[in-house]
Nanobody, 123 residues
Framework: QVQLVESGGGLVQAGGSLRLSCAASGRTFSSYVMGWFRQAPGKEREFLAAGTWNGGATTYADSVKGRFTISRDNAKNMVYLHIDSLKPEDTAVYYC????????????????WGQGTQVTVSS
């Protein structure tokens, strides 16, 4: 059974940085695409970034390009999302997801999800 556990969220001031972590367990993720999404209250789940475990191919939503960076540690089965220059509008629950079947950009295509970690940015 696949398990994803996010951590690293919290309350931060605008302009600060944060690194979110996602620990994957249960299977070998060497060939999986991993993605990060977020969901703010009353809004649809939003794609942020995705990348392959082994090839280093990554893609970002235009809205976060330049501020968000996805990275991974294959030896530890960890995926990270580094966020710079945090803004109040970044406030949301952040999720990692694995194994999209189809487009990386749609949350509907991902087979596995973590429980999410709350990020709150104060102005």
């Amino acid at each position: 059974q696949v398990q994803l556990v996010e951590s690293g969220g919290g309350l931060v001031q605008a302009g600060g940085s944060l690194r979110l972590s996602c620990a994957a367990s249960g299977r070998t993720f060497s060939s999986y695409v991993m993605g990060w999404f977020r969901q703010a209250p009353g809004k649809e789940r939003e794609f942020l970034a995705a990348g392959t475990w082994n090839g280093g191919a990554t893609t970002y939503a235009d809205s976060v390009k330049g501020r968000f960076t996805i990275s991974r540690d294959n030896a530890k089965n960890m995926v990270y999302l580094h966020i710079d220059s945090l803004k109040p509008e970044d406030t949301a629950v952040y999720y990692c997801a694995a194994e999209p079947r189809g487009s990386w950009f749609s949350y509907l295509n991902y087979a596995h999800w973590g429980q999410g970690t709350q990020v709150t940015v104060s102005s």
